[in-house]
T-cell receptor, first 115, second 111 residues
Framework: AQKVTQAQTEISVVEKEDVTLDCVYE???????LFWYKQPPSGELVFLIR??????QNEISGRYSWNFQKSTSSFNFTITASQVVDSAVYFC????????????FGTGTLLAVQP | DTGVSQDPRHKITKRGQNVTFRCDPI?????LYWYRQTLGQGPEFLTY????????KSRLLSDRFSAERPKGSFSTLEIQRTEQGDSAMYLC?????????FGPGTRLLVL
């Protein structure tokens, strides 16, 4: 099965700690896109980042950074100096099934940042 | 610049009733997707439109479900003869390229 695995179901940290969310995916596709979305308690999925399968350059954006390693099929997400507002469920996803670009999601990681 | 909107945000209905949800995508986005999310799970793909054409439907979309996107603008998702197993969050997303932007969802509870 071509699935996305987020092995961490819940993570709890204290404010200002760094935290890394893991994502491992399976695919037979040669071209695909990877995403991270954030879902706060309000329920709306908020887009954070997109990576295509040809771009393994890691990225830093403010307190967020991403580590894409095609050789291990991993796309991990790190929050530096976490804040209470970072508390949410984080989903990793990838496109599958050709030109429609429909997404398959992991089961999500609930991040709780304690003050 | 408005995002994706969905209406209603919450719906409570009795088993056997029909319900209809509406999604207004970001203007000029030609692609529109419906997903369903149950508690503790990630969203699951239901169906995809490119402009007004429904190009793909998941096996999750039983005969009781129908979706339309007349004129390639807003979309509706109708569930006929609702069952308790239909209780979920129904999410709509739109895109122009590869990145999908999601609406706030419609939370359905079937009693």
């Amino acid at each position: 099965a071509q699935k996305v695995t987020q092995a961490q179901t819940e993570i709890s940290v204290v404010e200002k700690e760094d935290v890394t969310l893991d994502c491992v995916y399976e695919t037979r596709d040669t071209t695909y896109y990877l995403f991270w979305y954030k879902q706060p308690p309000s329920g709306e999925l908020v887009f954070l980042i997109r990576r295509n399968s040809f771009d393994e350059q890691n990225e830093i954006s403010g307190r967020y950074s991403w580590n894409f390693q095609k050789s291990t099929s991993s796309f991990n997400f790190t929050i530096t100096a976490s804040q209470v507002v970072d508390s949410a469920v984080y989903f990793c996803a990838r496109t599958y099934g050709g030109a429609t670009n429909k997404l398959i999601f992991g089961t999500g990681t609930l991040l709780a940042v304690q003050p | 610049d408005t995002g994706v909107s969905q209406d209603p945000r919450h719906k409570i209905t009795k088993r056997g009733q029909n319900v209809t949800f509406r999604c207004d995508p970001i203007s000029e986005h030609n692609r529109l997707y419906w997903y369903r999310q149950t508690l503790g799970q990630g969203p699951e793909f239901l169906t995809y439109f490119q402009n007004e054409a429904q190009l793909e439907k998941s096996r999750l979309l039983s005969d009781r479900f129908s979706a339309e996107r007349p004129k390639g603008s807003f979309s509706t998702l109708e569930i006929q003869r609702t069952e308790q197993g239909d209780s979920a969050m129904y999410l709509c997303a739109s895109s122009w390229g590869e990145t999908q932007y999601f609406g706030p969802g419609t939370r359905l509870l079937v009693l």
